[in-house]
């Protein structure tokens, strides 16, 4: 039975990637560092900035310690925030947000920084449809690792006093990561084809080139399916 939505926020509701791309390859040039957009689309999609900047600079053979990964963070999250109010929605994720939350609780489960996601849920006019929302500070381990989406669904349920099981709850997803991680906390997850082709999400219970291609009251019937 589908009881509650968790959503990512980047590629899901935002078309930010591309931005958060255009930050993170500013600070690692400054750090001597290239990155392709082609590199970060399959290796650092979904993970919070923190892992993003130590598998890089690992990946560059140069270890970094927790002071200078978090200086790199805030420098990009600075970069970030110029441009932020300009990343533009996803196409369709407004209606599909509210309708959903018409029928059952709706979280955010998401690698960025709150500071990044609070001013454009508000901007979106999406804020107050989220139950809970689970940023990069409110736990350890990045996506692919689940417990981004146990977090929240933890969240949802204080904030709700529900009891609503793993099983139960649709992650909707644009990343390889995120899909590991969904399927990993135990969930199931519809994927959206923001920035990787359909072919590439089949991990996914269902995939949809967008949003507009699919209502929430037609996804119950991915919970009667056996895996």
């Given at each position: 039975m589908l009881r509650a939505f968790?959503?990512?926020?980047?590629?899901?509701i935002v078309n930010s990637e591309p931005v958060h791309f255009s930050a993170f390859q500013r600070v690692l040039a400054e750090e001597g560092i290239q990155m392709t957009w082609e590199q970060y689309?399959?290796?650092?999609?979904?993970?919070?900035d923190r892992d993003c900047f130590a598998v890089a600079l690992a990946r560059a053979g140069r270890e970094a310690g927790d002071e200078q990964l978090h200086a790199l963070v805030e420098r990009k999250s600075e970069y970030y925030e110029v441009i932020r109010d300009q990343v533009p929605p996803v196409p369709g994720?407004?209606?599909?947000?509210?309708r959903a939350a018409e029928r059952a609780p709706v979280a955010l489960g998401s690698g960025g920084l709150r500071r990044d996601i609070e001013p454009i849920l508000t901007r979106l006019g999406l804020r107050d449809s989220f139950s809970a929302v689970v940023t990069a500070e409110d736990y350890q381990l990045g996506k692919p690792d689940p417990e981004c989406f146990r977090t929240a669904l933890a969240q949802l349920n204080d904030a709700r006093g529900a009891s609503i099981a793993p099983e139960e709850c649709l992650v909707i997803e644009d990343s390889l990561h995120g899909i590991t991680a969904a399927r990993a906390a135990g969930m199931r997850c519809l994927a959206v084809a923001t920035?990787?082709?359909?072919?590439?999400?089949?991990g996914a219970d269902r995939v949809v080139r967008t949003l507009?291609?699919?209502d929430p009251g037609d996804l119950a019937p991915l919970f009667a399916e056996v895996r």
């Open positions: 968790i959503f990512d926020f980047d590629g899901v689309q399959a290796s650092y999609l979904a993970m919070n994720v407004q209606r599909f947000i509210r920035y990787y082709s359909p072919d590439r999400l089949v507009e291609e699919v």
